[in-house]
């Protein structure tokens, strides 16, 4: 098993394995990724609140 502190070297030809970044999964997205998506989309066409009000709100609550 490979710890995070491990690195295997790249072998070309390899293909008992699966290489991947550190941002993607050998299982597809999950599925609350996907139904973020999903819920962005509804607004995609929508230009951005530029003022980033509910964020700004949220930091200061926190």
Do not use: C, F
Not at 20 to 39: D, I, R, Y
């Amino acid at each position: 098993m490979v710890t995070t502190r491990e690195v295997l070297a790249y072998v070309p030809g390899r293909v008992d394995t699966v290489t991947l970044s550190t941002n993607e999964l050998a299982g597809g997205p999950l599925s609350v990724a996907a139904a973020a998506v999903q819920e962005s989309a509804r607004s995609i066409h929508r230009y951005p609140d530029t003022t980033a009000a509910v964020l700004t709100e949220a930091i200061a609550r926190h």
